[in-house]
């Protein structure tokens, strides 16, 4: 990915590139040895986890997805969180329940994380030809009492409309509310459940 730089002095500016398309907004650093204009352009002196408090200047990227930005924006994030929620590093987790067939064939599975008393469904996604199996409620059910067992008391999940939100209701999740936009008219059903 090439990254075009425009010095600033307030605002980022739209960098173009070919026929004028918007390439990406990017702010780049001013040495600190520049003269200072009067306009406030020092620059930053800035890692990704550990910045100064001197961010005016800087470089805005955009591209895919980035496991160390991950890894420090859920630094950041627990920063904050844990503090806030009386929780700690030692309070989240992750879960999975996993099937498989005679063959060693994955049957079907479900992912999810558990933190202050919260089970949160990520993914959860059975092979077509055993959907009629029971393996979704059996799956659900597991996942759920090892919830339990680390201490959860509720649970949360969201499921398009055309996935599964009427298998989760079946097993007492209530919807508390809706994301609109998908392709298709599809909504992303949000839904709630008390373990205890």
């Given at each position: ?45 800035a890692t990704l986890c550990g910045m100064t ?106 499921s398009f409309t055309f996935q599964a939100p ?29 373990l205890a």
């Amino acid at each position: 990915m090439k990254t075009y730089t425009a010095r600033l002095y307030s605002l980022p500016r739209l960098v173009t590139g070919p026929k004028g398309l918007p390439l990406a907004f990017v702010i780049s650093p001013v040495p600190s040895s520049a003269p200072e204009t009067g306009r406030g352009d020092r620059g930053v002196r800035a890692t990704l986890c550990g910045m100064t408090h001197d961010h005016i200047g800087g470089t805005l990227s955009v591209g895919q997805r980035d496991s160390e930005l991950n890894e420090c924006l859920s630094q950041g994030l627990d920063e904050v969180n844990f503090p806030a929620t009386g929780t700690t590093a030692a309070d989240q987790s992750s879960l999975s329940v996993k099937v498989v067939d005679d063959a060693g064939e994955l049957v079907g599975g479900l992912a999810a994380w558990t933190w202050g008393g919260l089970l949160g469904i990520e993914m959860f996604w059975i092979r077509e030809e055993s959907r009629k199996d029971g393996w979704g409620t059996k799956i659900l059910m597991a996942a759920e009492e090892e919830a339990r067992r680390r201490g959860c008391d509720r649970a949360c999940v969201s499921s398009f409309t055309f996935q599964a939100p009427g298998f989760y209701q079946r097993h007492g999740y209530a919807e508390t509310g809706r994301t609109l936009g998908f392709p298709n008219g599809a909504e992303d059903v949000h839904m709630f459940k008390k373990l205890a």
